[in-house]
């Protein structure tokens, strides 16, 4: 069994769903470890149903210069994950931790070590663009001494020029999500979190998104990707974890993947694992 797909007491493992354990040790790298998820478990309680565990004792590791995938459909317990890994949510159990700093009690120092990208990623419609990616990086606590060189890196990289004096609320979508993505990236952080980004993008504007992602890989930094679009993750990332009701059931590479199931395409490994679990 490859290292990355060992067995763990919590999580079921790749080569059988059906069997309690969980996902398996870092990748065999060199590379700084970024991110630490143990045991992370969140719970609600509904009306008419009692208590959900909406995320039911997680683990897993990534590190620097990896695109780590959550692939899992609606309701899974990605975005609940995400949320509590960059502090908007408290865990009802288990830790989460970026650069070693503890998303409950260290909040402060995960957030300027973390930025945040979704299909809903919020842009105050009044400012310019420029605006934006200076409010944004001075309220992530960058040194006001890189505030104005970071952000005119920026619009710069991104093709803002021509319009960062321009209020966001009259931007063309795709400048929008150019300048979505430039407000994740403003305070320069380690590692970045994309939950279901290319939602209601066009084709374009979604392969824009991807090329983005591979640039920041590239760069050294730590993406973590969710999605429940496969080609997505086949393209990106480095290492999938297929998330379901709330648990782990198979983490590795694509072809470890492959290995342990016998199946090629992500769709049909994706299946494999949730027809197991339902079973």
């Not at 565990?53 to 990534?62: E, N, Q, S, Y």
């Not at 309220?139 to 619009?155: E, Q, T, Y």
């Not at 430039?182 to 290319?198: G, K, M, N, W, Y």
């Amino acid at each position: 069994m490859p290292p990355a797909l060992a067995a763990h007491p919590m999580t079921p493992s790749p080569m059988d769903p059906s069997r309690a354990s969980a996902p398996a040790a870092p990748l065999e790298s060199d590379a700084p470890l970024t991110v630490e998820v143990r045991g992370l478990t969140k719970s609600f309680l509904e009306e008419g149903r009692g208590e959900v565990r909406a995320v039911d004792g997680i683990d897993f590791t990534c590190r620097a210069g990896e695109v780590f995938g959550l692939l899992g459909a609606n309701g899974a317990g990605k975005t609940t994950t995400l949320r509590m890994l960059s502090t908007v949510l408290r865990p009802t159990a288990g830790t989460a931790r970026v650069l070693g700093h503890d998303a409950e009690t260290d909040g402060e120092a995960v957030r300027r070590s973390l930025g945040f990208h979704s299909a809903s990623t919020a842009l105050y419609p009044r400012l310019t663009a420029g605006e934006t990616l200076d409010f944004f990086a001075r309220v992530n606590r960058l040194d006001p001494s890189k505030v104005k060189p970071r952000v005119d890196a920026l619009i710069e990289r991104f093709g803002i020029g021509e319009y960062a004096d321009a209020r966001v609320e009259k931007l063309s979508s795709g400048m929008k999500q150019k300048v979505a993505i430039a407000r994740t990236l403003a305070h320069d952080p380690p590692v970045l979190i994309f939950d279901e980004p290319t939602v209601g993008l066009d084709v374009l504007n979604a392969i824009a998104l991807l090329e983005v992602v591979e640039e920041l890989r590239a760069e050294g930094r730590t993406v973590i990707y969710s999605s429940h679009i496969m080609s997505e993750a086949e393209r990106l990332c480095d290492r999938i974890a297929v998330l379901h009701r709330g648990r782990i059931l198979a983490m590795g590479t694509l072809d470890e993947l492959r290995d342990a199931t016998g199946l090629h395409y992500l769709q049909d490994i994706f299946v494999h694992y949730v027809k197991a679990a339902e079973a």
